[in-house]
């Protein structure tokens, strides 16, 4: 199984911050590498995918980066609607797998 | 759009089966791939597996020997059942849409069924 290791687990920011996220994969995955947004309560939302794609309707402040082992989710100015938890998860071969994912606090 | 929506028991007793049906509108199941992921209370998502229409499916190791999926397209519904389940498998359940190959991306989900396991 591919092991998504993400850091930090949590952060705390004020709005206007940059924040970035990093997801490190046990084995190369190319760009098979999707990001996620949860908020409590709710299913997670598709951010990113295929490493640095922007889904549609996702604000132009959230980008994603990486290929091989090493990825990042950036946000470039943080709004109070971003305050949740942020996984990543790969897509390049079965089983699926997570990272554990990263909260993000005022 | 596509919308997905859990169904099934809050409660399932230790040792007995669980079974939850995720029905999707908008859009067709045929033709595509369908997933199931769980979340225990507070923690991180755990893949369970997926499903295609024409009834192909891959699980998780961890869950293999416990865990089947089915489909029917007359209803547009697909299915997950987990036997022996015990007090670890409580969790918030998901269905989602499987985008490009598998394990592919989801998107979208649908809300979420917390199952509890007790007694």
Known sequence: DILLTQSPS?????????????????????????????????????????????????????????????????????????????FCQQSHSTPGTFGQGTRVEI | QVQLQESGPGLVKPSETLSLTCSVSGDSISSYYWSWIRQPPGKGLEWIGYIHSSGTANYSPSLKSRVTMSHDTSRNQFSLRLTSVTAEDTAVYFCAKVIGSPPGRFDPWGQGILVTVSS
Do not use: H, M
């Open chain 1, 10 to 86: 949590s952060l705390s920011a004020s709005v206007g911050d940059r924040v970035t996220i990093t997801c490190r994969a046990s084995q190369s995955i190319s760009v098979y590498l999707n990001w996620y947004q949860q908020k409590p309560g709710k299913a997670p939302q598709l951010l990113i995918y295929a490493a640095s794609r922007l889904e549609s309707g996702v604000p132009p402040r959230f980008s994603g980066s990486g290929s091989g082992t090493d990825f990042t989710l950036a946000i470039s100015s943080l709004q109070p609607d971003d305050f949740a938890t942020y």
